[in-house]
């Protein structure tokens, strides 16, 4: 079976943190790269941060040095750590494994400012 299972989202004051899970099936996460997506209300559904199946990372430029991903190939689960959070990044959050083009449920975060 696939499935992927975002977890860790909320409210959160401006400047707060937060980190996302996701939890995957059977290999997926080890053995596909994944990704971060966000959609926000109107807007269309953007890359946050991936990260391959070799371990290299890549980042939208508005949340360099900011968010990091990683994985825990143990565990079959992909992360997301978000520091210094501004209402711009108020979205639903997706988590996804390329190639199986499959996406998880995705998990609310909500910034005040």
């Known amino acids: 079976q696939v499935q992927l299972v975002e977890s860790g989202g909320g409210l959160v004051q401006a400047g707060g943190s937060l980190r996302l899970s996701c939890a995957g099936s059977?290999?997926?996460?080890?053995?596909?790269?994944m990704g971060w997506y966000r959609q926000a209300p109107g807007k269309q559904r953007e890359l946050v941060a991936l990260i391959s199946k070799s371990g290299t990372t890549n980042y939208a430029d508005t949340v360099k040095g900011r968010f990091t991903i990683s994985r825990d190939n143990a565990k079959n689960s992909l992360y997301l750590q978000m520091d210094s959070l501004n209402p711009k990044d108020t979205a639903v959050y997706y988590c996804y494994a390329f190639i199986l083009n499959y996406w998880g449920q995705g998990t609310q975060v909500t910034v005040s400012s």
């Open positions: 059977g290999s997926i996460v080890r053995l596909n790269g």
